[in-house]
């Protein structure tokens, strides 16, 4: 394991993160928002909250593990841009879209928008203890228990127009389905969550968090199956038949990331964190190594997308560290190989494909657009180099 931890440093110091640097805005903010396969960079291109807050949180979270002071600065200019052109000051909350000069163009308010905010917001802060952060990641908090919380249906919505009047969850719908409710926003609620948990123990917020962990497996586990329901109506029944095997895996990690950092051990959710692990391994790992991506009734996606990959080792190398079966070494081991061989873009100021085929071929999709950022990727090798090193 040594001599992964030593390639993944690597990988992200002198491969993943001066990739980002170079695309720092200095002139209107943030960092710029696309780059096409072809490693062109679009300067006049739109920025998301999303994309930024996730920079953000990478940026932070390097500096916290390194304290490298480039790391901060530019964690700094990346906060400065979330309050200054992402945060709506009027109405409360982050806009889905802003143009390339930080002017709003896409007003609508999203829930999986603010939860991230939250994640970003509350690692700056565990970076460099500025109050002003903790305070807005709070009123990010508050904002999403008033406005984007559902007490009859125990659910977090999904989508509002600028003044938070409801809308149909047009931004995290996909197959032909507009889903009220989603896994994916109840997994990064939590995810959020449980990162302000890390400087804000308010039991409140703790309580939150155990509501969450109770969605997860009552409503979107299931408990034959061991896979996660992907969307679902007002009342939690399931739309589509349909199996997100990266999500599945992330989740896996992030349920137990909640669960240590509150100090819950429930038997019935460690066992669900071992369990979903355990599926993914036995039903969607390849011998490539791969993890492939999802299945909607009988038809399987077999592309291999750079976050699934990423998000794969993280939740293999916890459930290690859950299970001591070294099986899970392996796996993550395997999936390593092949990203290296795959999955990393190795031209010059190239950074990671967005997918693959099962030949291994890359797509034409972006290097960077408002869904491809340095999250998943370097989350994974500062998750490998915060676990193995114990920092």
Request: glycine share 4%; aromatic share 14%; net charge negative.
């Amino acid at each position: 394991m040594l001599t992964l931890v030593r390639e993944v440093e690597n990988e992200l110091f002198e491969h993943i993160l001066p990739f980002w640097e170079k695309l720092v805005d200095y002139e209107y903010g943030g960092i710029y928002g696309k780059v096409d396969f072809d490693l062109r960079v679009d300067q006049q291109a739109d920025k998301g909250g999303i994309v930024t807050s996730r920079f953000l949180w990478t940026f932070s979270s390097a500096y916290r593990v390194t304290r490298n002071e480039k790391y901060l600065q530019i964690a700094n200019h990346l906060y400065q841009f979330l309050v200054e052109n992402i945060y709506d000051d009027e109405y409360d909350g982050l806009y889905w879209l802003v143009n390339y000069k930080g002017e709003p163009k896409d007003t609508r308010k999203h829930v999986y928008t603010q939860s991230f905010g939250i994640y970003a917001l509350s690692e700056y802060y565990r970076a460099k203890n500025d109050e002003n952060a903790l305070k807005l990641a709070k009123n990010l908090y508050f904002l999403i228990e008033n406005k984007g919380f559902d007490p009859k249906n125990n659910a977090y919505k999904e989508e509002f127009d600028r003044e938070w009047n409801e809308m149909p969850n047009e931004m995290l719908s996909e197959n032909g389905v507009l889903a009220d409710i989603t896994m994916n926003t109840h997994i990064h609620v939590l995810e959020a969550y449980t990162n302000l948990y890390k400087v804000w123990s308010n039991e409140q917020l703790k309580e939150r968090i155990e509501n969450l962990l109770h969605i997860l497996y009552h409503n979107i586990y299931d408990q034959n199956s061991k896979f996660l329901g992907v969307f679902f109506d007002k009342n939690w029944n399931s739309l589509i038949d349909m199996k997100s095997f990266g999500h599945d895996i992330e989740a896996s990690w992030l349920i137990d990331e909640a669960l240590k950092t509150i100090g819950l051990e429930k038997e019935e959710y460690v066992q669900m964190v071992i369990d979903i692990a355990y599926n993914i391994a036995h039903t969607a790992i390849q011998a490539d190594g791969s993890l492939i991506n999802e299945q909607v009734d009988d038809k399987i996606d077999t592309s291999r997308v750079w976050w699934v990959q990423a998000e794969a080792m993280v939740g293999f190398l916890n459930a290690y560290e859950r299970t001591k079966d070294v099986k899970f070494l392996e796996l993550v081991k395997n999936l390593w190989e092949y990203t290296k061989k795959y999955i990393i873009d190795h031209r010059d100021n190239g950074e990671w494909y967005w997918s693959v085929d099962e030949n291994g071929i890359p797509s034409k999709k972006n290097i960077c657009d408002p869904w491809k950022a340095s999250y998943h990727n370097g989350r994974f090798c500062l998750e490998v180099i915060e676990r193995m090193k114990g920092k």
